[in-house]
């Protein structure tokens, strides 16, 4: 399961998550308060508010293999998968032999 965002319940901050999963506060997004829901073990997630137009950082962010997944014009959910990372950085370094389902990511 890929990272995704979800409406916060407040009534149970525990909600169900699959397994491996956890879920994180992320702030307010189109004024309602959101989590995002992902694997910690694989998966890296960071947040730009109040600059997501930035593109200098937009770039700084692509080139350590993050990808921007959400936005609602104030802030920014970018995430990075840290096998298929690697697994780049590996090929542009010229080892393209990798296995990718040796990292786990068939």
């Given at each position: 399961m890929e990272p995704t965002l979800r409406p916060a319940d407040p009534?149970?901050?525990t909600a169900a998550c699959p397994a491996g999963h956890i879920a994180a506060p992320a702030g307010l997004w189109q004024g309602r308060p959101m989590e995002v829901v992902y694997d910690p073990s694989r998966h890296d997630v960071a947040f730009v508010r109040e600059a997501p137009a930035d593109k200098r950082l937009a770039g700084q962010l692509r080139s350590c293999g993050y990808q921007r997944v959400a936005g609602d014009g104030a802030s920014?959910?970018?995430?990075?998968d840290r096998a298929v990372a690697a697994t780049a950085a590996l090929e542009r370094a010229g080892r393209s032999s990798v296995s990718r389902a040796g990292l786990g990511i068939a």
């Open positions: 009534e149970a901050p920014e959910l970018w995430v990075r």
